[in-house]
């Protein structure tokens, strides 16, 4: 796993969060409410499988990110980037639980799905935040929604009907959480003679 540092990816997060300009009186009101009544700058990314370790859920949030962004500018550069980043940084705000009661909890050994917290699924629990502070786009909402694609029974429900940034959005975090942040070696194979 690549090394993480908390002051680095904090600078990370405030220049991420400097592509935001229309709502930015929204955003840095969302921002100070994640910092001062929830745990998203300290929570893991999750219990068992990604950056299961203090502050991942900020290191993967703004991994996401930075690779939404590269993959926006190559693929579909008419998406606005103030929509990236916010999609981006809080496609996962629900892992930081709700003020008073978070997600996670450390425990001894590691950390444990808070069972005393309302039974949403993350996705729907991001939405229901960031949707408190900022005016999203309907495609914005569909891309938090159902950013874990296939992965869960809800994909279904917009199958062959993403949009592009929810694609993109998909793509990032997926390939985030799995080939960067387990620092998966990249594989070149010498072309296949016939």
Same mark, same amino acid.
Do not use: C, R, W
């Given at each position: /796993?690549? !090394?993480? #540092?908390?002051? @680095?990816y904090i600078k990370k997060f405030e220049s991420l969060s400097s592509l935001v300009k229309k709502r930015k009186k929204q955003f840095d009101g969302f921002v100070k409410f994640l910092k &001062?009544?929830?745990?998203? =700058?300290?929570?893991?990314? &999750?219990?068992?499988?990604? %950056? #299961?370790?203090? *502050?991942? %859920? !900020?290191? *993967?949030s703004v991994g996401v990110t930075e690779t939404l962004l590269k993959i926006k500018n190559a693929l579909a550069p008419e998406l606005e980037d103030e929509s990236c980043v916010i999609c981006g940084l809080f496609h996962d705000a629900g892992k930081a639980g709700l003020p008073g009661a978070p997600l996670y909890i450390k425990t001894k050994k590691a950390y444990e799905i808070n069972k005393n917290l309302v039974e949403m699924q993350v996705a729907i629990r991001s939405l229901f935040l960031v949707s408190k502070y900022i005016d999203l786009s309907a495609d914005e909402a569909q891309a938090i929604t159902y950013h874990d694609g296939q992965y869960i029974p809800q994909g279904k429900d917009v199958a062959h009907r993403e949009t592009p940034l929810l694609t993109i959005l998909h793509f990032a975090d997926f390939y985030t959480a799995h080939i960067?942040? @387990?620092? /998966?070696?990249?594989?070149? *194979?010498?072309? =296949?003679? =016939?």
């Open positions: /796993m690549p !090394l993480y #540092n908390y002051d @680095q &001062s009544k929830t745990e998203y =700058f300290i929570a893991p990314a &999750s219990t068992i499988y990604h %950056l #299961n370790i203090e *502050h991942g %859920l !900020l290191y *993967h960067i942040e @387990q620092d /998966m070696p990249v594989i070149h *194979h010498p072309p =296949f003679n =016939f």
